[in-house]
């Protein structure tokens, strides 16, 4: 369909539907005579329902239509079977790129085992605490710190001891 009509059937401007057309938001045909138009599927597209019925193209008495000038006019059921086949690519492309997460997500979590594994072999084992005297250390730890406490009772309380 013309610009015109493509204009009027998506109930806009026919300068808006140009500036649509220049910055690449709606392709636009050329016909063999070099007029462009407007595909009504790529309108729907673009602008969502018509306001309007696309008009036909030859008007008035003794108007013939020819192969050049018949407009664009896809029947509805051709339309639901493009967004059906457009539906369908879409979702075995969201099919793909779920099978491309997954897998990024296994070799995820196998570097992350792996990192994981290297680091206890990296890093040195933890103190045995058997190997500080066999406990004597602690006990002596323990009666350190009890000292340490009769030490600053007597030191803060004077009077404690009497």
Request: aromatic share 4%.
């Amino acid at each position: 369909m013309s610009i015109s009509e493509a204009a009027r059937a998506a109930g806009i401007n026919r300068r808006t539907l140009q500036r649509a057309i220049q910055t690449g938001r709606l392709s636009a045909t050329v016909d063999a005579a070099g007029g462009r138009g407007v595909d009504l599927a790529e309108l729907i597209r673009a602008f969502g329902p018509l306001k309007e019925a696309p008009q036909e193209t030859p008007r008035g008495p003794g108007a013939v239509m020819s192969h050049e000038t018949a407009p664009h006019h896809v029947p509805e059921t051709a339309l639901v079977a493009v967004l059906r086949e457009q539906l369908q690519q879409a979702q075995q492309e969201k099919d793909r790129l779920m099978s491309l997460l997954e897998t990024a997500q296994q070799v995820l979590q196998a570097e992350q085992q792996a990192r994981r594994e290297l680091e206890q072999k990296l890093l040195p084992a933890p103190p045995n605490p058997s190997s500080f005297g066999n406990g004597r250390s602690g006990v002596l730890l323990v009666l350190f710190a009890l000292a340490l406490a009769i030490a600053a009772a007597v030191f803060f309380h004077p009077d404690w001891l009497r």
